[in-house]
T-cell receptor, first 107, second 121 residues
C-alpha cells in the first residue's frame, strides 16, 4: 500500500499569508495526486487533481505542484474562507490512501 | 449532481447495516463509485470502490470479508453492506463519485453529506 505523509499537521496563519502544505508518497505515483479541502460538518471538496490541475471554480490563489513522491499545495494569500483541513490523496492505485490532514488555523 | 446517503444509525458490535446512496444529475452507470469514511474527529479513510458495471471491486484490508459494495445502475444507487461490525467501524460514511466518466476510480469529485454509523454496546 502507498502511504501518504502530510506536513505540517497544523499551521497557524494570518489572512494574507502564504501557506504551503507538503505531501510525500511512500513510492512514486507520477502525478496521480489530489488535494481536498474540508470544513467542519461538511464533506471534502476536490480542489486539485493530477497534482496541479485546479478544479473549476477553485480560486487561483490555490496551486499544486510536484510529481513522483513529493507534492505541495500552496495558498498564495490566505483568505478567511480558507481556514479548513486539507488532505492529499494518491490516485495511482488501490487501496486509495489519504494523508493525515493539515489543519489551517487562524493566528 | 446529487448524492444522498441513508441507512446509518446505532448498532451493536457484531451487527449488520446496509447503507444506500441515491445518485442523480449524472449518468450513474458511467462512473466508478466509492465509499469513504471518517471516524469522529479523525481523517479520511477510503473503504471501497466499484467499477461502472460492477465487474471490479476494491476494499480496504480491514473491511475485506465483512463489507460488500454493490450498485444498481437501473436505480442509480450505490450500496454498502456491512457485517460483523466493530467499534472501530464507527464513522461518517460518505458516498463519492469519480472525477471523470469511464475513469480510474479517483479522484473523487462529488461527495454526499454522509451518514453516521455508530457501533456501540
Amino acid at each position: 500500500d502507498i502511504q501518504m505523509t502530510q506536513s505540517p499537521s497544523s499551521v497557524s496563519a494570518s489572512v494574507g499569508d502564504r501557506v504551503t502544505i507538503t505531501c510525500r508518497a511512500s513510492q512514486g505515483i507520477s502525478s496521480w495526486l489530489a488535494w481536498y479541502q474540508q470544513k467542519p460538518g461538511k464533506p471534502p471538496k476536490l480542489l486539485i487533481d493530477a497534482a496541479s490541475s485546479l478544479q473549476t471554480g477553485v480560486p487561483s490563489r490555490f496551486s499544486g505542484s510536484g510529481s513522483g513522491t513529493d507534492f505541495t499545495l500552496t495558498i498564495s494569500s490566505l483568505q478567511p474562507e480558507d481556514f479548513a483541513i486539507y488532505y492529499c490523496q494518491q490516485a495511482n492505485s488501490f487501496p486509495l490512501t489519504f494523508g493525515g490532514g493539515t489543519k489551517v488555523e487562524i493566528k | 449532481v446529487q448524492l444522498v446517503e441513508s441507512g446509518g444509525g446505532l448498532v451493536q458490535p457484531g451487527g449488520f447495516f446496509e447503507l444506500s446512496c441515491a445518485a442523480s444529475g449524472f449518468t450513474f452507470s458511467s462512473f466508478y463509485m466509492t465509499w469513504v469514511r471518517q471516524a469522529p474527529g479523525k481523517g479520511l479513510e477510503w473503504v471501497a470502490t466499484i467499477k461502472q458495471d460492477g465487474s471490479e471491486e476494491h476494499y480496504l484490508d480491514s473491511v475485506k470479508g465483512r463489507f460488500t459494495i454493490s450498485r444498481d445502475n437501473a436505480k442509480s444507487s450505490l450500496y454498502l453492506q456491512m457485517n460483523s461490525l466493530r467499534v472501530e467501524d464507527t464513522a461518517i460514511y460518505y458516498c463519492a463519485r469519480d472525477h471523470l466518466p469511464f475513469g480510474s476510480g479517483s479522484p473523487l469529485e462529488y461527495w454526499g453529506q454522509g451518514t453516521l454509523v455508530t457501533v456501540s454496546s
